[in-house]
């Protein structure tokens, strides 16, 4: 249980193209779903918390104009970076919070790598 | 804000030692998270950790949680070359940030067969 997807696991593209990340919780819902991003042989940055049916929520110093979340369903939250450029090339990962009683644990998507040419 | 800093940041073993890496918060801790990641790949759940004095063991993996010392420890018994990754540790932000992850800065281990 408590699977966590992500689609694509690989993308390239053109610089000033947008690209759309996937996340699907597969065996629960998710009220709350996270994006983080992760450089080389660091750990991950949290960049928004995405709320199903309301707007995410940025951490400071994220464009939330240049990374659009959508969470439209309890299992789905999109990351759309859009107008890509090289330095917006990582690894993107998403969580799915999952409640137990008291507790919340994020299970995590495969990640995707964003290369931008 | 919380931080969390692990040692070692790098560990190399030869398979079917022990080993141990922690976690130290700049803050109490009130429930700890371990990871496991691989290269390239997402984050694997171990466990959650919530109360002073708790230990859970998952496999040949242990954590145990000293709130006292705001501290965490990751133990991996005989270990094996399937337990090579990163190691991270993570904790609830607290207060109106609750749910968001702060993570430590992981430990890479590699085990030699």
């Known amino acids: 249980g408590a699977v966590v997807s992500q689609h694509p696991s690989r993308v390239i593209c053109k610089s000033g193209t947008s690209v759309k990340i996937e996340c699907r919780s597969l065996?629960?819902?998710?009220?709350?779903m996270f994006w983080y991003r992760q450089f080389p042989k660091q750990s991950l940055m949290l960049m928004a918390t995405s709320n199903e049916g309301s707007k995410a929520t940025y951490e400071q110093g994220v464009e939330k104009d240049k990374f659009l979340i959508n969470h439209a369903s309890l299992t789905l939250s999109t990351l759309t970076v859009t107008s890509a450029h090289p330095e917006d090339s990582s690894f993107y990962i998403c969580?799915?919070?999952?409640?137990?009683?008291?507790?919340?644990?994020?299970?995590f998507g495969p990640g995707t790598r964003l290369t931008v040419l | 804000s919380q931080e969390l800093e692990q040692s070692p940041q790098s560990l190399i073993v030869q398979e079917g030692k022990n080993l141990t890496i922690n976690c130290t918060s700049s803050k109490t801790l009130y429930g700890l998270y371990w990871y496991k990641q691989k290269y390239g790949e997402g984050l694997i759940f171990l466990m959650m950790?919530?109360?002073?004095?708790e230990e859970k063991s998952h496999e040949k993996i242990t954590a145990k949680l000293d709130e006292k010392k705001q501290q965490s420890s990751l133990h991996i018994t005989a270990s094996q070359p399937s337990h090579a990754g990163i190691y991270l540790c993570g904790v609830n932000a607290g207060g109106t940030s609750y749910g968001k992850l702060t993570f430590g800065q992981g430990t890479i281990l590699t085990v030699h067969p």
């Open positions: 969580s799915a919070s999952l409640s137990s009683g008291t507790t919340d644990t994020q299970y």
């Open positions: 065996d629960f819902q998710a009220t709350t």
């Open positions: 950790l919530q109360k002073g004095g």
